[in-house]
């Protein structure tokens, strides 16, 4: 896959329409998948923007007896410095907002680690990358944007053909996470995040993005010539990948 100057192909759409859509498409990628006896790989976001995806799913095993029995998942990143059970890092979330809601095996979830020592962070990668690899890759990566463009943590500087890795955060994601952690002094500087190209290898991507924080960025992930000053450029040379948007957002 080379870098690509295609268009982003774009959906728009109501934050609820949003989250019904990309649940539909799971459901059917994993009730496809059950038949054939295989497990569904899905990567997963964390932040605002994907809850209402995590809440869609809830309600169909609930209601319409969707299995996540044949499910495996990959988080995108997690902040270095904080244990698990911390409020902010993003296992904790996963397990609130998703996992434990849909009763979802431990040992099917892989998010980084952020208690890592830091001897040990290059090989914690390579063996995500590895684990990634073993589970027959990523079937469907689900993203949000950062207001700087990153996706994941893969922030301005990122290369098309980066891999899961340690990364310092952008000041933008770090005020941007100072609230939820009551001060920027609180927001660990450090981060663990697949990479722009492991994230490139999912074969299907869907972005989603929604409110006019986000205007700016998507306006430029459209636009700009590709390039690691806004990775999400990146992604326009996926073959499979469509943007799922809010008219704030697109600016309509
Ligand atoms: C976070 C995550 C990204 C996420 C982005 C946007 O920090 N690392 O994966 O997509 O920033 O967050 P939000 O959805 O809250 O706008």
Redesign the pocket.
């Known amino acids: 896959m080379t870098t690509s100057t295609a268009p982003l192909p774009i959906q728009a759409c109501s934050p609820a329409e949003a989250a019904r859509e990309v649940a539909r498409e799971i459901a059917v990628l994993i009730r496809e998948r059950r038949a054939a006896g295989r497990m569904a790989v899905l990567c997963l976001?964390?932040?605002?923007?994907?809850l209402g995806v995590y809440d869609e799913l809830v309600r169909m095993q609930r209601d319409e007896a969707l299995d996540f029995a044949n499910v495996t998942t990959f988080n995108?990143?997690e902040f270095l410095g904080l244990p698990p059970e911390h409020p902010q890092s993003f296992r904790r979330y996963m397990r609130e907002r998703f996992f434990a809601r849909i009763g979802l095996e431990p040992t099917h979830t892989w998010i980084p680690s952020g208690d890592v020592a830091p001897a040990q962070i290059a090989a914690h990668c390579a063996e995500y990358e590895r684990e990634i690899a073993d589970a027959g890759g990523l079937d469907y990566a689900l993203?949000?944007?950062?207001r700087n463009g990153?996706?994941?943590?893969n922030e301005p500087g990122s290369a098309r053909d980066s891999r899961t890795r340690e990364v310092r955060l952008h000041e933008v994601?770090r005020a941007?996470?100072a609230r939820a952690f009551g001060g920027l002094e609180f927001v660990p500087e450090r981060a663990i995040t697949m990479g722009v190209a492991t994230i490139l290898g999912a074969r299907r991507v869907r972005v989603l993005a929604f409110g006019a924080d986000?205007r700016e960025i998507l306006r430029r992930t459209s636009e700009d010539t590709p390039g690691p000053q806004v990775p999400a450029t990146f992604l326009r040379g996926h073959p499979d990948v469509r943007l799922l948007a809010d008219g704030a957002a697109l600016g309509r």
């Open positions: 976001p964390t932040g605002r923007t994907p995108l990143d993203l949000g944007i950062g990153h996706i994941g943590f994601t941007d996470a986000k």
